[in-house]
């Protein structure tokens, strides 16, 4: 069964960096299109980008410049590489895969209804 399990978040100041990972178990995330997702405390779970199964990419205008989303086929990982931190990213963070049924050639974070296999999330706060 897939399993999905982020880590890498943290406490960074402003204008500072971190790298999330989603390392993944019981199926090959190559094989899927995955999204990153955050959750600030009172809001509603937003996505902030995602990879296809060929490896194109798609990001939130709030984050593109700043964020980097890839994966390490060998180690089953996909990673987000956050620079430039501000306050408002602030959040916990999660990864999911996107229903298989919808296909994997494309992914579309804004439909998170469509997305499956939480994993536990990863809490980033950004504070000086």
């Known amino acids: 069964q897939l399993q999905l399990v982020e880590s890498g978040g943290g406490l960074v100041q402003p204008g500072g960096s971190l790298r999330l990972a989603c390392a993944a178990s019981g199926a090959t995330l190559a094989h899927y299109a995955i999204g990153w997702f955050r959750q600030a405390p009172g809001k509603e779970r937003e996505g902030v980008s995602c990879i296809t199964s060929g490896g194109s990419t798609n990001y939130a205008d709030s984050v593109k410049g700043r964020f980097t989303i890839s994966r390490d086929i060998a180690k089953n990982t996909l990673y987000l590489q956050i620079n430039s931190l501000k306050p408002e990213d602030t959040s916990v963070y999660y990864c999911?895969?996107?229903?298989?049924?919808?296909?994997?050639?494309?992914?579309?974070?804004?439909?998170?209804?469509?997305?499956?296999?939480w994993g536990q999330g990863t809490q980033v706060t950004v504070s000086s």
């Open positions: 999911a895969i996107q229903n298989p049924g919808l296909g994997s050639w494309y992914c579309d974070f804004g439909r998170v209804d469509d997305f499956d296999h």
